[in-house]
């Protein structure tokens, strides 16, 4: 007996999980459920803007299909990003591009090459040649994300079967938000392979795990995504063992809720 746009303010404040199963209940609800006014909700403050910056015009005629759009991924600001909405939750993810990244020497060729990969979502990818100083950094601001949220932040990576030197030493990584600082440790070597680690001091131990889209991914750390703008700062390094090192490929990092 509720008027409909009474109904759809009443779904605009669960989720677009919740409001695609109340889709499901009757007609009056899918209506209400299709609603723009539900689907806006779901969608960042920004999202024009993440329209406009889209490499591949979307091609949508409501928000809920603009929400769908978005939450399929989409490559924006020239290719070196991929801006994502979860599906249940509506919640920001993005992927920052090797591009994107601080890489110590990679536009030395010696070192690093840029290569196109067709698993990639990214026209390149930075493969590590060989060098004895591995330092890759990056950095976000939490304005970009979504408010009152814990994040993760996750390096993309594959490791060739030539590779070499990169599980002789334990590389470091570090997160750091404001004068929050967390760090670990981490052998880059293929997850089945992976060294048994205890904690070193007051770093804990880290891990490369598998992909659902066949990358791999290290856990550089976790961080709350507040009301308050703040850079997020990441990083993983190898500089302490003066041996060569080679065979590492880096997609980007992707920065997702945790659940």
């Known amino acids: 007996m509720l008027p409909k746009d009474c109904l759809s303010i009443i779904l605009s404040l669960t989720s677009p999980e919740d409001a695609l199963r109340a889709s499901l209940v009757s007609s009056c609800f899918r209506s209400a459920s299709d609603s723009d006014l539900v689907w806006e909700r779901f969608l960042p403050s920004d999202y024009a803007e993440i329209v406009s910056n889209s490499v591949t015009p979307l091609m949508f005629c409501s928000k809920k299909e603009l929400f769908q759009c978005l939450s399929d991924s989409v490559l924006i600001d020239g290719g070196n990003k991929v801006f994502r909405l979860e599906k249940s939750s509506g919640k920001i993810c993005y992927i920052l591009s090797a591009k994107e990244l601080s890489i110590t020497w990679s536009s030395n060729p010696l070192y690093w090459s840029w290569i196109s990969m067709a698993e990639s979502r990214f026209c390149r990818v930075a493969v590590l040649r060989t060098t004895d100083w591995l ?3 990056g950095k976000i601001r939490t304005k970009m994300l979504t408010p009152d949220t814990t994040y993760g932040a996750y390096l993309i990576m594959k490791i060739s079967e030539c590779a070499y030197g990169l599980d002789l030493m334990a590389s470091e990584i570090t997160l750091e938000v404001g004068n929050q600082v967390c760090s670990s440790n981490v052998f880059l070597q293929h997850g089945e392979d992976s060294k048994e680690m205890g904690n070193l001091g007051n770093k804990k131990e880290g891990s490369v795990r598998e992909r659902e889209d066949g990358w791999m991914e290290v856990e550089l750390g ?9 850079q997020v700062k990441i990083s993983l390094m190898e500089v302490k063992g003066c041996h060569l ?8 990092v992707e920065f997702r809720p945790k659940h």
Do not use: A
């Open 135 to 137: 330092e890759i950094g």
């Open 245 to 252: 090192k080679g065979g590492l490929l880096i997609e980007g």
């Open 222 to 230: 976790e961080f709350y995504s507040g009301e308050k703008d703040e």
